[in-house]
């Protein structure tokens, strides 16, 4: 099996590397041939590839300790679903899901745009085959996956208790699925600054690959917050290490990069940032993707003496250098098509949005790279605790909650019409009051204030959109024509969704980090203890031994100031094989608070000891996960095609009748999907148009883009 | 002013409060972190200030006390030992030979006076025993 995992490796590098040159050479030089051959190349790499990945799943269940990866993550006691789950514990194995993931959305990328236009597809394909074939060298030189054992083991290391969870199963591949994702709007934005076709049509193409990258790396980092929250019992969800840091970096940019992407799209600018995002995102989950599994975090020794360090970051170096080249390159090209209409208009929002969310970026990234820069300066690894990253990101945390707020209301190309830019004033004027009226409540935190009157903005102004969006067709009583609206405006509303979802998730970060209390007890059987409105009496201490480990756990009654009494069952577990004990939390969740128990090991059974913590509107942050899962859903939910657009398949490449200035092809230019386009910064703002105009508002629209 | 150069003005401004945010967050927060033997090689110099400290708990050093409120155990470099007393609540998977990161001060000649104590894999990985490569002789198996 090793044999075979290793020939299939070599064999995918081989194939690879030859479709890598054969797309290219076969699409720019027009030759059928050599493209073909390039494509089956590639076909027989992701094949080979398939079939490590096959073979290592394959000796993982089979607890194969003749695999050194194998011997290394895994043991016989381990659980079949854990030991598949082993796959992307460590680094080689990671590599190889991720390598594997990136050739297969590559692939699936290639077949949907098929009938696309040459130049630019064999450019698109050689980047995306690049990449792919970069990973499986890594392999090759740096990580082998399927490397034997030097001696078997009788058994394996196994994998640590915490990591033996539901949400292993969930979190890591979540995140490196978005990061696979993502190498699709970089391989767009790369072909498209190559071969100088920069009109909005590879914007169109990138779309889909960036929303679902955002959303399933976004759902994916919350499933792994999730984890930390219910499973490290420390009642946080995020610690700032390196880990959590390094994954949030390419959401970061990615934010940025789909909303500037819609600047680019509805009203010509921001265009040079949007590219230089897509570089920047792709190079951050390439950062966050090696550094995760590396242990490069745990000690900076170790980096000189790793190869792969060395070959990601020549990797960093020429994204970072290949960025600002190609920008610099096509500097005319990407001159604005406007000039910004006004500090209110919706491209200086999305600017502010943006900048706000790279210098989030930007002091995440120096928070984690602490140590070495500490190093190179004084001499000396430093870090930096939750502090600076809290200090440093609430205020942009609130420009950006600010921006966002606005946007609805807002229009591209000019301040706000004036009957919405009165409608804003009264909107600030009660988010000021609701400022006060959280200060008058008790909340003392100027970034709590400032979450709770922009809440209150945000939240009306995007009522307010709606509500005259759908006045003239509900004051007829129609509902038809309504949901009707709602489908033809599908995206704006989605995009409504996801921004709702950031509202929750603002409200649960603010009211869980400042209202958060805990407290350390030692309860006597029988005791009871009041604390923060609830009175929680110890009734039992109870012993177990299961075959493979002792459960201690402990019986709290709870009677909370109003509402009926519950139970919390925290418990600890001693792992017979690892000699170690984990806690295991209880939570009660409501949506003004979770009481979180956490009970420590050392108690006898006739007492013990607890962390209790109250952790005010936790429920909005994992709502928040699901606002946005929706919301990306309907955003990205296939329309329903109709009449003249019928044919939405890129089949643009071949039909006669596409009009000229559009030769990317990649997908056909439907401005009409512009109105709504997503991220809420929508089209022309055109309260109450109703289904029957919106040909008309289509034409207009496309004028103001062109005009 | 063009709306664009209001925008930039405004950039600035956010850049400089940003900036001054996080001086402000990073002169609260900051710490050196150090393995054990960096630690005792400066000597003197880090006596009395507050540090991070990365390194192993040492065999056969570990003591518990009974509430599991309080530690004591030599915390190993490659080369250095260190005595380290804990006050607090201890990490269930506190073990020996264990990969923990300390913080606290050392006042005096006296042990390391530690107020935090994370164990290395708090985290989701075991970031040790990565690759090969990555491993550096005798850190196997942490």
Redesign the interface.
Known sequence: MIALGQASLLAALVCFGYATFAVVAGGCCRHAGLRRTGLWAWAAGIAALSCVLGVLAWALVAKDFRF?YVA?YCNRLLAWYYALAALW????GSLLVWAWMVAVVAGSFRLAHRRAKEPVLAVVCGVLLAVVTFLTAVMVF??DPV?PSLVPPADG?GL????QHPAMLA?PPAVFFGYALWTIPFALACAAAITGQLDSGWLAGARPWALAAWTVQGIGILI?AE??YEE??WGGYW?W????NGSLLPWLTGTAMIHTALAWRCRGVLKKTTLLLAVATFGLCNFAAFL????????V??FS?????WMFLVLLGMLALAGPLLVAYRREELRPEH?????A?RE?LV??SA??LV?LA??VA?GTL??PI?RAVAG?????????????A???AL?LFGAMAMVPLARWGGPPQPDQSRRLKVLAALGAASAVLAWVLGVRHAWGVGVAGLAVLALGAMGLAIASDFRSVLSAGRWRAAARLFSARRRQYASHLMHLGFISLLVGIAGSSLGSKSI?I?LARGQTFHWSGYAIRLSDVQQEVLPDKHVVQTRLEVQPARGAPFELVPA?HFHFST?????EVAVRSAWWGDLYAVA???SGDQHA?L?LIVNPLMRFLWASGLLVALGAAAALWPRRRRGVHRPARPKAGTRPEQPPGKPHGLRPHRPELYQGAAGSPAGPQDPGVAPGHRAAATRRHRGFRRG | M???R??LV??LV??G??AW??W???S????????VD?FMAQGDSLRNVRV?L?GKVAEGTLQ?S????RAAFDLAGTGHRLAVRYAG??P??L?EGR?VVVEGRQEGEGPFQADRLLT?????????????????PGEE?G
Not at chain 1, 160 to 163: F, H, I, N, R
Not at chain 1, 241 to 244: I, R, T, Y
Not at chain 1, 380 to 392: D, H, K, M, S, V
């Open positions: 050194a290394q514990v460590g680094q080689a740096g990580a490397a290391a640590g208790p915490v990591l979190h792994g984890w930390a490290l019992g610690a290490d390196p880990v959590e995760t599994r590396s242990g490069i975090f745990g000690s020794h170790e003496r790793s190869t792969i360090a000039g910004l209409g006004g500090l208009s200086s600017a502010i900048a706000a210098l930007g002091i120096v602490a140590g500490g000396r690894a430093i870090t930096l605790g939750p502090e600076f990253y809290n200090t440093a609430a205020p942009l420009v350390d030692t600890q000699r170690e004990w984990t806690a420590h090991g050392g000891d962390t | 063009t709306p664009g209001k925008l405004l950039a956010l850049v409060v940003t945010f996080a402000q967050g990073a609260g927060s900051w710490q050196y972190y150090l393995t960096e991070r990365g518990i009974a509430d599991r409120r609540i201890l269930d998977n073990a990969d290395r894999c708090a985290s989701k990985y075991e970031p040790a025993a990565s690759t090969p490569t990555a491993v550096g198996g």
